[in-house]
């Protein structure tokens, strides 16, 4: 089973922005509007965690932490879901990837890195 693909991160000082992409591969291009998908963070020495959700109708949700400054959105026929991430803080760096947070999850990809730093 081919794989997510995520990319967008980068070096960001604090109070910056990224947007995230993650792009889901073709062969579930007919399931992926019935996903509910999600943006997970690991960062160093820590477990992954969820951040931000957003299911297959369009409602988004958000860990406390993330609330109010990242946003997650979707583009199904794109196979694609975004993360817009604003007043970056430095306890944001980590391992971004992005997964279904309900039913069973597709193959992980590699991630992308967000690093914030001054």
């Known amino acids: 089973q081919a794989q997510l693909v995520e990319s967008g991160g980068g070096l960001v000082q604090p109070g910056g922005s990224l947007r995230l992409s993650c792009k889901a591969p073709?062969?579930?291009?007919?399931?992926?509007?019935?996903?509910?998908m999600g943006w997970y963070r690991q960062a160093p020495g820590k477990q992954r965690e969820l951040v931000a959700g957003?299911?297959?109708?369009?409602?988004?949700s958000y860990v406390d932490s993330v609330q109010g400054r990242f946003a997650i959105s979707r583009d199904n026929a794109k196979r694609t879901v975004y993360l817009q991430m604003n007043s970056l803080k430095t306890e944001d760096t980590a391992a971004y990837y992005c997964?279904?947070?309900?039913?069973?999850?597709?193959?992980w990809g590699q991630g992308t890195q967000v690093t914030v730093s001054s």
């Open positions: 957003i299911s297959n109708d369009g409602t988004t």
């Open positions: 073709r062969s579930i291009l007919s399931s992926f509007s019935a996903y509910d």
């Open positions: 997964n279904r947070y309900r039913g069973s999850q597709l193959n």
